[in-house]
């Protein structure tokens, strides 16, 4: 697999770049900010030169942060200085690492005009255009671009390029909780649960407000499974138990053993490694435009690193660019659906990587005669971080979790429909809410989540709050005790009656509903946050752009959240990263037959 990296001067004038800064020898220690937590950097200083960073005292995102910080850390090395490009689309981490090894370096002995040196920018970006030829040509690196390229090769497919905007591979992807629906009679049988293709498509076509097209709707429901026994064969390894994602509505939920979207992403890039030269990745390279002749693509247009011109040639081109879901400005233009009534404004945060999700494919697609439809299905996540709209924290997902709102009261079914959830949220008290678990969530606080962190973790942050028992639990929420133990006793009341709705709806039928009875209790403050972008790309069932009289844009294709017409007005709990596979893998195949 060949990766495009930026130019850099050489060791030697780095070293020498260096040469005069009187550092001693020593092992130094620096705190800095990092995107998640606070994290120290220790950094070796052997020789009067920088031998070692370490950064893995962190709590930053698989894939994201980690990635940065490992990267920059051996670049810092490697170059002798902290003018190294931050990494696009991880910008916290990168600052927060090469400011903690400024602080070492002055602990160190260098002295202001030294650091002004070890400052200097290292990397230097070519500027003269570059033209490569490929079989099929992908925009966007995050798990559908990952599924389409690795689809694509295993079709015939004699090379692939793919042009990703940020640093790194696995996009939005790889943040996620990573759950995908799929009935699996083999999992699911083994825990007693009843679950049928019919039925998964039943509750998809329902959760979506009955607006999703019928034909890509049964094309998800009737190949997720296939899907997963795909991952499987490429490596992928995913729990035996089966859960339920937040707004489900089924028990069908598959999660990868290694935890979060990271489980699948980083697979399907070691699998592209296996390829060699087949394979080219430009990093830092946004799409600028599909290139089309006579009524067909013939490929993509990109800038590397604002500066390098990119030209792929190539007869099929995949759109995998994800939605909108970050840029502001946009969704608030398009929001006359579902949450008209909401503003969507900068006040509600997202659950995607910022400069990912900024809805771009949908502006080269339509430059390229593509049809784009439901842009106003617009899915807010009732579980997001106040400030930043995250999901990073404690796992939300799944049963034994209660809404409590800030007089102590439960308000809605904690089962039922995202779009429902969050619709009672905005009528409670300062639109906010208590997520509250307990012991039967979190029997060893030790244990990482599916995002690599603890509950310890999370404790220490500050993030969650943690009591011994109900009434000291009230007291740090600041509601009501006798209001608190109520919303508890109302939801053990409805586990004892099984299969029977209480008064919010609420049905205890997953085979993981059991009461909240023991401490220790813990308490998040959540809000709604916007988590999807089901509007999009209107493609067929073999992942072909349709242009706007219904017929296949030749050569064009597209998976993933940048379409549109599968998940209808409301996308269930679980059913994007099934989506970002399934149509994924379709996407590849048929682009590298160029139907």
């Not at 795909?230 to 995913?238: A, D, I, L, N």
């Not at 709102?405 to 429902?420: L, M, Y």
């Not at 208590?434 to 599916?450: A, G, H, I």
Request: hydrophobic share 40%; charged share 20%; proline share 3%.
């Amino acid at each position: 697999m060949i990766v495009r990296t930026v130019l850099s001067l050489s060791v030697s004038l780095a070293l020498a770049m260096s040469a005069n800064a009187a550092l001693k020898d020593g092992t130094y220690s620096a705190e800095a900010l990092g995107h998640n937590s606070p994290m120290t950097v220790k950094v070796t200083i052997k020789g009067g030169k920088i031998a070692g960073v370490d950064s893995a005292a962190n709590m930053e995102t698989r894939g994201v942060g980690q990635f940065a910080l490992d990267k920059l850390g051996k670049e810092i090395v490697q170059k002798q200085s902290i003018g190294v490009d931050n990494v696009t689309g991880a910008t916290v981490s990168s600052f927060a690492l090469k400011g903690a090894v400024k602080k070492a370096l002055q602990q160190a002995g260098a002295t202001p005009d030294e650091l002004k040196v070890f400052s200097k920018k290292t990397d230097a970006v070519p500027t003269t255009p570059l033209t490569v030829k490929a079989s099929v040509a992908i925009i966007g690196g995050g798990g559908t671009g990952l599924a389409a390229a690795v689809s694509a090769l295993e079709n015939g497919a004699k090379k692939v390029v793919i042009l990703e905007k940020l640093g790194y591979l696995g996009g939005s992807t790889q943040v996620s909780g990573g759950a995908l629906n799929a009935v699996d009679d083999k999992r699911q049988k083994a825990q007693g649960i009843k679950d049928s293709i019919q039925t998964h498509y039943d509750s998809t076509m329902k959760g979506g407000h009955n607006v999703g097209e019928p034909a890509l709707v049964h094309y998800l429901t009737d190949n997720a499974y296939p899907t997963v026994e795909w991952m499987e064969k490429q490596g992928v390894r995913f729990k035996d138990k089966i859960g339920a994602a937040t707004g489900s509505l089924g028990q069908r939920s598959h999660y990868g053993v290694e935890g979060s979207g990271w489980a699948y992403t980083h697979i399907f890039e070691n699998v592209l490694k296996k390829y060699g030269d087949r394979v080219e990745i430009f990093t830092d390279t946004p799409a600028t435009q599909i290139l089309v002749k006579d009524g067909k693509v013939i490929g993509v247009k990109g800038l590397r690193k604002g500066k390098q011109p990119v030209t792929v040639d190539a007869p099929s081109v995949v759109l995998a660019t994800g939605g909108f879901g970050a840029n502001v400005e946009y969704r608030q233009k398009v929001n006359t659906g579902v949450w008209k009534h909401v503003t969507l404004d900068k006040s509600i945060g997202t659950t995607n990587i910022n400069k990912a999700a900024q809805g771009d494919g949908l502006i080269l697609a339509e430059k390229a005669g593509a049809d784009v439809i439901g842009l106003s299905d617009i899915q807010l996540h009732p579980a997001g971080t106040p400030g930043t709209g995250l999901m990073q924290d404690i796992i939300t997902d799944g049963r034994n979790r209660l809404f409590i709102n800030t007089n102590g009261d439960r308000f809605v079914s904690e089962g039922a429909p995202r779009d429902t959830l969050c619709n009672a949220i905005f009528a409670q008290p300062g639109k906010t809410y208590w997520l509250v678990m307990n012991k039967l969530r979190f029997p060893d606080e030790s244990k990482t989540n599916s995002f690599g962190v603890s509950m310890t973790d999370m404790l220490k942050l500050g993030r969650v709050q943690k009591a011994a028992n109900l009434e000291e639990l009230a007291k740090l929420m600041n509601v009501p005790y006798e209001h608190l133990k109520a919303s508890v006793d109302e939801y053990n009341k409805a586990i004892e009656n099984k299969g029977k709705p209480d008064k919010y709806g609420f049905i205890a039928t997953n085979t993981d509903d059991a009461k909240m009875v023991e401490g220790p209790w813990y308490a998040c403050k959540k809000v709604p946050t916007v988590h999807h972008t089901m509007g999009g790309v209107h493609i067929n069932t073999k992942a072909q752009v349709l242009g706007k009289d219904g017929k296949p844009v030749h050569g064009l294709y597209a998976a993933g959240e940048v379409t549109g017409g599968i998940h209808g007005a409301n996308r269930l709990g679980g059913n994007a990263i099934a989506d970002v596979f399934t149509f994924g893998r379709q996407a590849g195949a048929s682009a590298a037959k160029n139907l």
